[in-house]
C-alpha cells in the first residue's frame, strides 16, 4: 500500500517536472451566470493541453492552465463557445445559446444558483 | 448574511443551525454544492469546519445505485457494513469499530434511526430521497443530544424549494438475486413561499434463493412501502415552518426453503423467520429569524410511534416504542460575531414495550436536559465547547461536557481534536436480533430488577485527533488524511457470546476500549479520474468475564480503494475493492453438540463492487452494476443447518458476505 502510493507520488512528480516548460496561465471573461454554467464552461475548456480550468462565478473569469505547446486561449475559447458560452475571444452561435437551459441564458435571464 | 458565510464557524453552526432556520439552511446548502462542484468530487472533507465532516454528496451516493442508507455507505471507508445474521438479510454498520448503536443518525438534524430500529432503521431511508448526508466521527454537538459515542450521520432529504430539483424524479431497480424497487420524488413549489415533497418507495424480494445449499434462504423475501410528505414554509418576519410525515410498512419472511407463514415452530416443520413493522413518524421545526444579527430561535419536534411483530424459530420478539422529541435552540453571539452562543432546553420521552421468548420488558424513559454551546472562530483557531445537563427518570442527573477544537496552521493543513462524554440505554434485544437467529440462550446477568433490563446505561468518553492536508499535484487536487480516535467505556452492556449455548449480557467490569485509526488519500489522477485510497485498523477489546477479549467478527484491518471516472459525454465508471482482513470467531459447537470447537480466525477476504451509467441530456440515466464480483462467500453460515431445533443452530456468526454475484440494472429519470 505504502509503496503504491510512493509509485504514484514519484510518477506524478516526474511527469510534473517535465511537463512544466511550456506551461502558462491565462485568464479571460467568459459570459455566464451560475453554477451549473461552471460545471459546462470549466468542462469545455479542459481541450487537450489544458491541465486545470477554474471559471469564477463572481467576476466570470476563467482562469487556464495549458500547455502552450498544445493549445492556446483561442482553441479553448472556442470550445468554451461551442458550449453556448461566448468569451473575450470568440462568440456563441446562436445555435449553441439556445442549446443552453434556461437559467443559463446569460444575455436575458441571470439565476440564484 | 453572505458575509458570516464566509466565517470559518459558519459551516458547522449551519450543520445544526439547519434545524431551526430553514432560509439559512437554503443558502448553506447551495455554500456546501458550491463546494462539490468545483471539485468535482462526491466526497468533500471541509476544511472550514470546526469538526472535521465528511460530505457525502449525490454523486458518491450515485456511485452504488445504493438502495437504502445502509447500502449507500458501501463506498465509504470510514463505515464498515456487514450482514447481523445468515436469515434476516439486514446490515449493521460501524464506526470506529463500534456497532451502529452508537452512531448517532440523525434525519436533518432531528434524531431519526434509533432505539429498536438502530439496525433495521437504515433500510427506512431509501437512497433516492437522499440529497447528501454529513459524516463526523468522535461525539458530536450537545446540541443534538448525549448519546452519540462514535459519531454522527446526518441525513439531509432533497428540498423541494431548491431550483434544481426536478418535479418528478423516478427511479426503477431490478436485481439478478430477485429485488425490485421503485422510488419516486415529487417536487411542487406552490408559490415562492409554499413548497412540497412527496416522497414514495416500493420494494419487493420475490425471489427465494439458497446459493450456498443450507436449506435457509439466503435473505428473507420481503415487501416494503415508505410513504413521506413534507412541507416547508417560508412566512413573513422571517418566521419559517416546515413539517412532515412519514410511514412505513416492512414485512419479511425466510428462514427454511418451505418455511410458509403460520408454520408450527416445532421440531420437524421448516424452521422460519418472520418480521413484520409498522412505523410511523411525524416532526416539525419550527424557526425565526430575530432583529439582532446572527439571532435565532428555533424549535423541533418529533414523534415516532413503532411496532414489529417477529418469529425467530419458536421464539417470538415483540416490540413497541413510542418516543417524543422536543428541542428548543437559541442562537446569539457575544460581543462580535466570532463569539457564537447557542443555549437550549430538550425533552425526550422512550416508552419501550417489548416481549421476547414470553418474558416481558417494558420502561420509559423520561429525559429533560438543559444546554449551552460557545464557538469561537479565530483566524487559524476555532473551537466548540458544549456543556448539557439532563435529568434521567431512571438513572438520575448527569452531565455532558464536550469539546472540539480545530487548529490550520497553512492554508491546507488543518489539524482538529475532540473529546466528549456520551450516555446511551442499551436496547439489548433490538441492537442484538442477529443473535436471534440461533438457539443461544438470552440471559440478562443482573441482580437487579427495574433499570432498564436490570442494567445500567453506558457511559463512555470518546477522543480524537485527526489531520487533513488538501494538496494541488500537477494542477489536479488531492487531499490526505490521518485520524485516530479512541474510546473507553466507563460502562458498557457487555454482549458475550463466547459461550456457544448462549448470548449474556451484563454490566462492564473491567476494561472495555476501541481504538481507531484510519488514513486516507484522495487525488485526481487524471482529468475527472478519481481515486481514493484508504487504510484502517481498529483495536476494540472488552473485559469478557474477567478475561480482556478482542471484539468478535470485527476486523482488525481493511483496505480500501475506489476508482471513478466520468467522460465528458456522460459515462461514469466506478470500481470499488475491498480487502476486509480476518476477524474473531468464538468457539462454537461441534458437529454434534458434545463438542465444543475452540475459538478461531475467519479468513480474510477482498470485495469488488463495479458499476456502469449513462446519462442523457440530464433527464434520464441508466445504470448497470454488479456487487461482490470476486464471488466470495460464506460457506456455511448456518451452523446445524439440518437440526434448526437442536442447539448447534446458530445463524449469527458471519464474518463474510452471504450472497454471491449480484448484477443489477436501473433507471433515473428526471421529469423538469
Redesign the interface.
Known sequence: ?KS??IF??SA??S??AL?QSDIKTDSFKVDGNC??C??RIE?AA?VKGV??A?WN?ATHMLTV?YRSSKTDEKTISQSVAKAGHSSDFTTAAEKDYNNLPD?CHYKTNT??? | MNKYMLLPATAVLAFVYTSTCAQDSLKNHKLDEVIIRQKQKATTISSISTLKTENIGTRELLKAACCNLSESFETTPSVDIAFTDAVTGYKQIQMLGLAGAYTSITRENIPDTRGLVAITGLTFTPGTWIESMQLSKGTGSVVNGYESVAGQINVEWKKPFDDKQEKLLLNLYQSSQGRTEGNAVYTKKLNSKLSTNLFLHGRSQWLKLDENNDGFLDQPLDKQFIGANRWFWFGPKNWEVQGGVKAVYVNNIGGQWNYEKGTEQIAGNPWGFQLNMQRYEGWAKIGKILPRKATSVGLQLSAVHHQQDAVYGSRNYDALQNSFYANLIYQTYVGNTNHTLKAGASTLIDHYNESFAAQKYARIETVPGVFAEYAYNGKNWNLIGGLRADYHSIFGAFVTPRLHLRYAPFPRTVIRASVGRAQRTANIFAENMGYMASNRAFIIQTTETGKAYGLNPEVAWNMGINLTQKFQLDYRDGSFGVDYYYTHFNNQIVVDVEDPGSVRFYNLSGLSFANSLQGQFDYELLHNLDLRLAYRWYDVRTTYSGELKEKPLVAAHRAFANLAYETRNKWRFDVTVQWVGTKRVPSMWGKNGTTIMPESNSPDFVMLNAQLSKSWKENLELYLGGENLTNYMMHHPVMGAQNPYGKTFDASMTWGPIMGVNVYAGMRWKLR
Open positions: 500500500m503504491i502510493i504514484i507520488f506524478l512528480l511527469s510534473a511537463a453554477n451549473m461552471k460545471k468542462e479542459y491541465k486545470r477554474e462565478e492552465i437559467c439565476c440564484s444558483h
